[in-house]
C-alpha cells in the first residue's frame, strides 16, 4: 500500500523542526524528511503523514578557509556550497550523481560519497558535526567543526547514511579541500565491459592510486564501455602517475578532452533510470557481480572498481530476476538493494537486509533517536 | 579494597581460557593497575586472557550472569584511563589475540585479531608493498583493538584520516556473550545504519572487538621530511597556518616545543635541535616522487616567510628518522625529567592554534607548572603536556586546576576536549563543557543499546557516575 502526505511543510528554524515533530508524536501524525525535493520513494502504510521539507533552512553559517572547514544550513544546494568552497581555491570531493542539485542535509542523511572516495575517503568520513532534531524533537549537537573529536561516542556515524530513519538533519559541517591544480581523466574502451576487468584489477593493485576509478557501460552515444581514471595533483605527479599506472598495465590510456563532461556524464548516468539498484561486493568478485547484474539486462551499469560498488538502472524490475541476482551477489559476501523505486509503487524484489542481529542494533538506535516511531514513512521502505 | 572473585568464578573462568589465563595473584595484577594514564591506579579482582572469539563469548557470558563489570584492555597504553580496572571488575585482556589472520592484497584488506600490535601489521604488510595508515605514536606498542576503541590517530592521519576510515568490519562480543558481526567491506553499509563507524570510538563500553577488518594502502613512492627551527611558538603556528592554507597537502605537520626540545637533547634520546629555539617544526610529504620537491620547497618557503632560522631537510632514511627523533621520543624523554606526566589533548580550529598556545603558556606560568608541547598541528590537534610529581598534593591539584582550565579555553576557541586519546576516566567530567544533558542523556541510550546493563567499562565516558550505578 502506497501513502501520500497530507502535505509539506517548510520549517525555517530548528525551533520549527523540533516544534514539528513534537506536535506529529502528540498527534500520531508521521514525518517523511526531504531536502532537495526529488521524487520521493514511495511510502508503505496507511497512516497519515506529513512531509517535511528542509529548503528553508537555507545557507552558509560559517566557512573559515584557513581551516578546511564549513558548515551550511541543512537545505543549502551543493552548487551554493561548490561556489563559496571554489572562491577561495577549496573543493568539497563528493561525487554522488547530479550533486549539485543536492543539499547539504540530504546528501549527508543519504551518506553517497560517489567514486571519488577512493582518493579521498567517504562522505562519513568528512562530516565533522551535525545538528539534527529527533523524532521527538530533541535538538542535539552532534560532533563539532574540528578535524579531530572523541569527546563520547560518534553518533554521527550512525547519521550519516540514516536516510530519514533517526532524526532531521538541520545543519552540517564539513571538512573541505584544497583544489587540486590538475584534474586529469584518462579513458581505456572496449566493446565489452567484462573485457576491462582484468584492467580494473591491475589499476586496484597498482602502486599508485588513483583518486577514482569506475567502469561504465557507456559514456555517451555510440560509445563503448569504458574505464574511467582520474588523477589529482599537480601536472609533474598526475605525468608520473599515468606513467606508472601505464607500466603497471602495459597499456596507453586515451585521455579524455573534456575531464569535467566525461566526470559528469559517467557520475550521472543512469541514476534516474525507473529503477535504480546499488550492489556492492569485493572487488574480487567484480566480474562475477558484472554477470549477475547482466542477467537483469540493464539500462546503464556503472561500477567505482575500488569497492566494487555498483549502479544498475532498470526500466522495470522483474522481482525474481531480482531475488536472484541477490543470492548471486550475497554468496559473494556482498549485497543488493533498491536506490530509487518505480514511479508506479511496482514491487521490485526482496534485495539485501542486515544481518538479524544487527538489526537488533538498528531497531534499538532507532528507538533512542525516535521513541514515538514518527520517522516510521523514511524506514517503511525497509 | 578490591574483593577477591569466589572460588567458582575463578574456576568457571579457568575452564574456559586455561589456568594460566586467569590471572588473581596480587603481585601478577600489579601492572594492570593502570594504563598510560598514570595517575589513577586501581588493583583488578581478576584478569583473564581469552584466546578466541568463542572464549571471549564464554567469559562474558560468565561474568554478566555473576553480574561483575568488564575492563577489555589491550596494551594498556591509553591515555585516558579507559583500561583502568574498575574496583568490581575483571579486566579481559586481548594479548594472546594478536594473530594476523589474512592479508588479502588483491582487495587491499587486513583481517586481525584485536591483540595485534599497530606497527606488526604495517610490517607484515610491506612485502605486498602495503601499509596500514593510522600511526599513533604509540604504535610499536599499542593494539588494533585498542585502536578502534579510541578511534586513534597519528602525525600521519593528517593526510590519511584516522582509525574509523580503514575499519571495514568487525566481529564483536556483546553483553550476554552474543557474537555479532558487523559491517564488513564487500557490504553496503548504506542499507543499514553504519554500525561499524558506531563501535569505532566506544571506548570499550559497548562491547570486546574480537576481529577487525581493515583497508590498506598503496605504500608512496617517495617521502620528503623537513625541520624548520623557529624563534617562538607564535613563528612556527603561522609557518603552519600558510603551509596549510597553500594547498597543499602534507602527509604530517608536527610542533615541539622549547620545553620538550630541552627535554629531548637533555635526554638519551638527543636528536640535535637546538635547545635555544622556541619550536620545531617537522612537515612531511609523501607520494608520487615527481611532486615531492615542489612540495618540499614550497613548505620550506613558508617556514622562512613566516620567519623560520634554519630549515633542515632530510635526503635519505637515516637523515629522516633523525629529524623524526625528536618528535617521536618527546614522550619518552619527559619521563625522564618529573616522575610524572599527564598527557592531554584537545582539539581546536587550526586557525586558532597560535592563541590557543599563547593562553597555555600563560596557564602554565599562572600554576606554576612546567607544560611542554608536542603535538599534531596540522589538525589543531594539541597534546599540552603537563610534568608534575603525583606524590605532591599540592602540586596535582594545581595540576587538575590548570587541567580544567585548558580544557574550558579549547572549548571555548571552538574545539572539544579530546581530539584522539579519547574521555576514559580523565575526561568524563568535562564531558557537560561539549555536551548538553540532552545529548548526553543520548549517548547513555545509545550505549544502553548494545549493553542495557551497563557490564562493559561501567562509569567511563559518560559523566556522573550516580546514574551509571
Ligand atoms: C607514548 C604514547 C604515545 C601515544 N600517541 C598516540 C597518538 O599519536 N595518537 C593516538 O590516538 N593515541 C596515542 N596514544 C594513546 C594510546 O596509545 C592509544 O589510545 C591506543 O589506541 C591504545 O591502545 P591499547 O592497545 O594500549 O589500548 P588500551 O590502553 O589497553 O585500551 C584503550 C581502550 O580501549 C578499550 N579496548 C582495548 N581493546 C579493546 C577491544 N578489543 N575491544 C573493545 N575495547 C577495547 C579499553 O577498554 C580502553 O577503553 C599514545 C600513548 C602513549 C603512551
Not at chain 1, 599537480?234 to 599506472?245: I, K, N, R, Y
Not at chain 1, 542477467?295 to 566494487?308: G, K, M, S, W
Not at chain 2, 585502536?147 to 575499519?167: D, F, I, M, Q, W
Request: charged share 25%; with cysteine; net charge negative.
Amino acid at each position: 500500500m502506497t501513502a501520500t502526505p497530507e502535505s509539506v511543510v517548510h520549517p525555517s528554524s530548528d525551533a520549527e523542526v523540533a516544534e514539528i515533530m513534537i506536535d506529529a508524536s502528540r498527534e500520531g501524525v508521521g514525518i517523511f524528511p526531504l531536502s532537495s525535493g526529488h521524487r520521493a520513494h514511495p511510502v508503505r502504510g496507511e497512516r497519515p503523514y506529513l512531509e517535511l521539507s528542509t529548503t528553508r533552512l537555507d545557507g552558509i553559517v560559517e566557512y573559515e578557509p584557513a581551516d578546511l572547514t564549513l558548515t551550511a544550513r541543512a537545505g543549502t544546494s551543493l552548487a551554493t556550497i561548490d561556489e563559496a568552497l571554489r572562491a577561495h581555491g577549496q573543493w568539497a570531493p563528493f561525487d554522488p550523481p547530479n550533486v549539485g542539485e543536492r543539499s547539504i542535509g540530504g546528501l549527508a542523511a543519504v551518506g553517497d560519497s560517489g567514486p571519488l572516495w577512493m582518493g579521498y575517503g567517504e562522505l562519513r568520513n568528512h562530516v565533522l558535526g551535525m545538528t539534527v532534531v529527533t523524532g521527538d524533537g530533541r535538538m542535539l549537537s552532534l560532533g563539532g567543526r574540528v578535524v579531530k573529536n572523541v569527546a563520547g561516542y560518534d553518533l554521527l556515524k550512525p547519521m550519516v547514511g540514516s536516510r530519514g530513519s533517526l532524526a532531521v538533519v538541520t545543519s552540517v559541517c564539513l571538512r573541505v579541500y584544497p583544489e587540486p591544480s590538475v584534474d586529469r581523466v584518462l579513458l581505456l574502451r572496449r566493446d565489452r565491459l567484462s573485457d576491462l576487468v582484468a584492467a580494473a584489477h591491475s589499476v586496484g593493485t597498482a602502486p599508485v592510486m588513483p583518486v577514482s576509478s569506475v567502469l561504465v557501460d557507456r559514456t555517451g552515444v555510440n560509445e563503448s564501455p569504458a574505464l574511467v581514471i582520474r588523477l589529482h595533483g599537480v601536472e609533474e605527479t598526475v605525468g608520473a602517475d599515468q606513467a606508472s599506472l601505464e607500466g603497471h598495465l602495459g597499456i596507453v590510456f586515451e585521455q579524455a578532452p573534456s575531464a569535467t563532461a566525461l566526470c559528469t556524464a559517467v557520475r550521472d548516468r543512469g541514476a534516474t533510470s525507473n529503477v535504480v539498484l546499488v550492489a556492492s561486493a569485493l572487488p574480487s568478485a567484480l566480474s562475477e557481480v558484472i554477470r549477475a547484474l547482466e542477467r537483469l539486462e540493464p539500462e546503464t551499469i556503472v561500477a567505482d572498481t575500488y569497492a566494487a560498488r555498483f549502479r544498475v538502472g532498470l526500466s522495470q524490475a522483474d522481482p525474481e530476476a531480482v531475488g536472484n541476482a541477490r543470492a548471486s551477489i550475497e554468496r559473494l559476501g556482498g549485497t543488493l538493494r533498491v536506490a530509487r523505486f518505480p514511479a508506479d509503487g511496482a514491487e521490485v524484489g526482496p534485495t539485501s537486509e542486515p544481518s538479524p542481529a544487527e538489526k537488533d542494533l538498528i531497531i534499538g538506535i532507532e528507538k533512542t533517536f525516535d521513541p514515538m516511531g514518527v520517522l516510521w514513512p523514511a524506514r517503511s521502505r525497509r | 579494597m578490591t574483593r577477591p572473585l569466589a572460588p567458582d568464578v575463578v574456576r568457571g573462568l579457568t575452564e574456559i581460557v586455561g589456568a594460566a589465563n586467569v590471572i588473581t595473584d596480587p603481585d601478577r595484577l600489579l601492572v594492570y593497575e593502570s594504563d598510560g594514564l598514570s595517575a589513577y591506579r586501581v588493583s583488578p579482582r581478576a584478569v583473564v586472557l581469552p584466546g578466541t572469539s568463542d572464549e571471549v563469548a564464554a567469559v562474558v557470558t560468565l561474568l554478566h550472569l555473576e553480574g561483575i563489570e568488564i575492563v577489555p584492555r589491550g596494551a594498556g597504553t591509553g591515555l585516558s584511563g579507559g583500561a583502568l580496572p574498575t574496583p568490581d571488575g575483571v579486566v579481559v585482556g586481548t594479548a594472546r589475540m594478536n594473530r594476523i589472520i589474512e592479508i588479502d592484497p588483491e582487495n587491499r584488506l587486513a583481517r586481525v585479531q584485536p591483540g595485534v600490535i599497530n606497527a606488526r601489521l604495517t610490517e607484515a604488510t610491506q612485502p605486498y608493498g602495503l601499509f596500514y595508515a593510522p600511526d599513533p605514536s604509540s604504535q610499536s606498542t599499542c593494539t588494533l583493538g585498542g585502536n578502534v576503541a579510541e578511534n586513534s590517530g597519528g602525525p600521519h592521519c593528517l593526510k590519511y584520516g584516522v582509525t574509523s576510515r580503514y575499519v571495514t568490519g568487525l566481529t564483536v562480543v556483546l553483553a550476554g556473550g552474543r557474537i555479532v558481526k558487523l559491517g564488513g567491506a564487500g557490504r553496503d553499509s548504506a542499507g543499514g545504519l553504519d554500525l561499524v563507524g558506531l563501535f569505532v570510538g566506544s571506548e570499550g563500553c559497548f562491547g570486546i572487538a574480537t576481529e577487525i577488518e581493515v583497508r590498506l594502502l598503496p605504500i608512496a613512492e617517495g617521502v620528503r621530511t623537513l625541520l624548520g627551527i623557529f624563534e617562538t611558538m607564535e613563528a612556527a603556528g603561522h609557518a603552519v597556518t600558510e603551509i596549510m592554507g597553500s594547498g597543499l597537502l602534507p602527509a604530517a605537520v608536527e610542533i615541539i616545543d622549547r620545553a620538550t626540545i630541552e627535554a629531548v637533547e637533555a635526554s638519551i634520546f638527543a636528536a640535535g635541535y637546538p635547545t635555544d629555539a622556541g619550536a620545531a617544526l617537522v612537515v612531511e610529504f609523501d607520494g608520487t616522487e615527481a611532486g615531492l620537491d615542489l612540495g618540499a620547497d614550497r613548505a620550506e618557503k613558508c617556514c622562512f616567510e613566516a620567519g623560520a632560522r634554519e630549515v633542515r631537510r632530510a635526503t635519505s632514511e637515516a637523515e629522516r628518522a633523525a629529524l623524526w627523533k625528536g618528535r617521536k621520543k618527546a614522550f619518552g624523554a619527559m619521563g625522564r625529567i618529573a616522575p610524572d606526566l599527564l598527557v592531554q589533548d584537545a582539539t581546536v580550529p587550526r586557525t586558532k592554534l597560535p592563541e590557543v598556545l599563547a593562553r597555555i603558556a600563560e596557564i602554565g606560568e599562572r600554576y606554576d607548572l612546567k607544560i611542554a608541547n608536542v603535538f599534531h598541528a596540522g589538525d589543531g590537534n594539541l597534546h599540552p603536556n603537563i610534568l608534575f610529581d603525583r606524590k605532591n598534593a599540592e602540586e596535582l591539584d594545581r595540576v587538575e586546576r590548570a587541567s580544567t582550565e585548558i580544557m574550558h579555553l579549547c572549548v571555548d576557541a571552538g574545539g572539544t576536549i579530546t581530539g584522539e586519546h579519547g574521555v576514559g576516566i580523565d575526561k568524563r567530567g568535562y564531558m557537560s563543557l561539549v555536551h548538553n544533558e540532552t545529548e548526553l542523556e543520548m549517548l547513555r541510550s545509545v550505549r544502553a543499546v548494545f549493553d542495557p546493563d551497563r557490564l562493559f567499562n561501567r562509569g567511563k565516558v559518560l559523566p556522573d557516575p550516580l546514574a551509571e550505578t
